[in-house]
């Protein structure tokens, strides 16, 4: 279907075609916010070989980040409170409105706050928010980051921030700064592509973490002449992932083989399921997809330890917590809620290898 500017519409006609095709769209909004929270009960996006309702939305309904996130949030909201859905379809609420409300919304509380913020703006939810549930003041904070000249970046001296005692935050700082705020409440880090295969990271250290830097910078000088942050990271981070590969296979037990009817997982079973699987969840939707999740991964057994399953290579394939767990759930019985595990997919790249 061809979609084009309606230049040909009367004034009168358009507006009338406007708000009809904007009820259209909350009544649309609000049934999809439904079935996605049918969705997310029946966890389909495991069989469907994905770690996370956030990946299912984001590869499969080809949903943006921020589009994904929304309405996942409103549909665990609508399952509390299924009003929620009307409000929706009414365009009382909006799903910034859900989303701002979400974590503050209680049995005895919703009926109230819903009414509190119908039709209102995001500017005067937020504030609603604070007043009614204030949060502590953020701690003060004194930081500089040096400006983007020519003298600064020929400099050896690597653009590392120095806690000031005067002067104002600068709202751009220099690409690899590290700004040094000694305080509990630290912002979100930002990663932003520049260009391709260039990124922006930008994040909070504390003071120790400057200090390790520093010292990095000066026992790889003459590897890194020029200090240089990016590079001193690359390193520290290529270490640090050879170091958790070795670890995640590591045998406590090294030189002891198992006892019969142990559920220990030797080294080299965990070491050539690691390499055989590459790091990744090995489960396989019935169309033939793979899950992508490389986080939160477990040792699974095929053949279940409790019924015999020994462990062996061929008995013993990686999975992400969220299927590991819907496994269990279609051996043993009904599927818990998984949902507090299955986020993690998406934002977190920590990886925890266990056996399961």
Known sequence: MRICIPAHLSDTVLLAEVARLAHLQRDATARFVAHIAELDARSLHLGAGFPSL??????????????????????????????????????????????????????ENHRELLDAVAHKKKGDIEELIAHRFPRPDIAASIRK??????TAEASAEPPVTTPAEAGPPVPSPTPGAIQAMPTASLRRAVVAPL?????????????????????????????????DVAAIIDRALTALLDDLARSRVSDERTGRAPSAGSRHIPA?????????????????????????????????????????????????????????????????????????????????????????
Request: one cysteine or more.
């Open 195 to 227: 260009a391709p295969d260039r990124y922006e990271i930008r994040f909070t250290a504390t003071a120790e973490t400057r200090a390790k830097l520093r010292r990095a910078q000066e026992q790889l000088s003459h590897a890194v002449p020029s200090g």
């Open 54 to 107: 956030f990946a299912y939305c984001c590869e499969v309904l080809q949903l943006s980040e921020g589009e994904a996130g929304n309405r996942i949030v409103a549909a665990r909201v609508a399952r509390r409170f299924p009003m929620v859905l009307e409000r929706l379809e009414s365009g009382a609420l909006n799903l910034t409105s859900v989303r701002l409300l979400s974590s503050h919304l209680t049995e």
């Open 145 to 150: 980051v040096p400006a983007r000249t020519p």
């Open 268 to 356: 080299r079973v965990k070491r050539a399921v690691w390499l055989r699987d590459g790091g990744q969840c090995a489960f396989v939707a019935r169309g033939g997809r793979r899950c992508s999740g490389r986080a939160f991964l477990e040792f699974h057994h095929l053949r279940p330890f409790a019924v015999g399953g020994e462990a062996t290579i061929e008995n013993v394939e990686l999975r992400c917590r969220a299927h590991n767990a819907y496994e269990a759930g279609l051996f043993y019985g009904p599927l818990r809620d998984v949902s507090r595990v299955q986020e993690s997919s998406a934002p977190y790249v920590s990886v925890e290898a266990r056996s399961g």
